[in-house]
């Protein structure tokens, strides 16, 4: 069984046949894009989860450390798969590693009508999808991807990534809504204003 084989078996052996399942190729890349509904997750929340970046080794990393990438919402944003997808390919593309605590700007807004245009890497909760080892060799890690907005972001590169984590715990950022408006507590601290990076 391969490593992609494993990821895929382990999380229908989770929550069930995926709801939707969405490919996307770069050249010679492929990815999958699998959605669970709410009712089939622990935590009553859409879970989006890309199946297809671990078939290849990280950038400058040992060659049997694979990652995968997922975001859970509520309510569902199918069109969140796309740059999902993309940041699962990124450190293929890009040559380098993504971690806990780097970002990813998309091109574009992530889902219409958003003011979000990047996604935080982010370590899962202690218990909430932990690493998989494959049959073949490799080691799987799944890393929360978290829409954030560009003022989110600056607080992050100035402060670093555990003090915009404490901002979203202090303020009960519901982190998981497409909805959520900026974290109020990151723009209190840094003494900017949300029209600074929202327009208003």
């Not at 979000?116 to 494959?134: K, N, Q």
Request: charged content about 20%; aromatic content about 10%; proline content about 10%.
């Amino acid at each position: 069984m391969t490593t992609v084989e494993t990821v895929r078996d382990t999380c229908r052996a989770l929550w069930g046949k995926p709801s939707r399942s969405v490919k996307f190729t770069e050249g010679q890349y492929a990815v999958e894009v699998l959605k669970w509904d709410p009712k089939s997750t622990p935590d009553g929340l859409a879970l989006y989860l890309t199946v297809g970046a671990s078939a290849w080794p990280l950038p400058g990393g040992p060659p049997d450390r694979r990652i995968e990438f997922f975001t859970s919402m509520l309510p569902a944003r199918d069109e969140i798969a796309d740059p999902l997808a993309a940041l699962s390919l990124y450190s293929i593309l890009q040559g380098v590693t993504l971690d806990h605590g780097n970002t990813v700007p998309s091109e574009a807004p992530l889902w219409r009508r958003s003011a979000m245009s990047t996604l935080l890497v982010a370590r899962p909760r202690v218990g909430f999808l932990p690493a998989i080892e494959s049959p073949d060799g490799p080691h799987v890690e799944f890393l929360q991807a978290i829409p954030i907005f560009e003022s989110e972001r600056a607080y992050k590169k100035e402060y670093g990534v555990a003090a915009l984590l404490e901002c979203f715990a202090e303020a009960h950022t519901p982190f998981w809504d497409p909805d959520r408006s900026p974290n109020s507590v990151c723009l209190s601290r840094s003494g900017l204003g949300a029209g600074t990076f929202l327009g208003v």
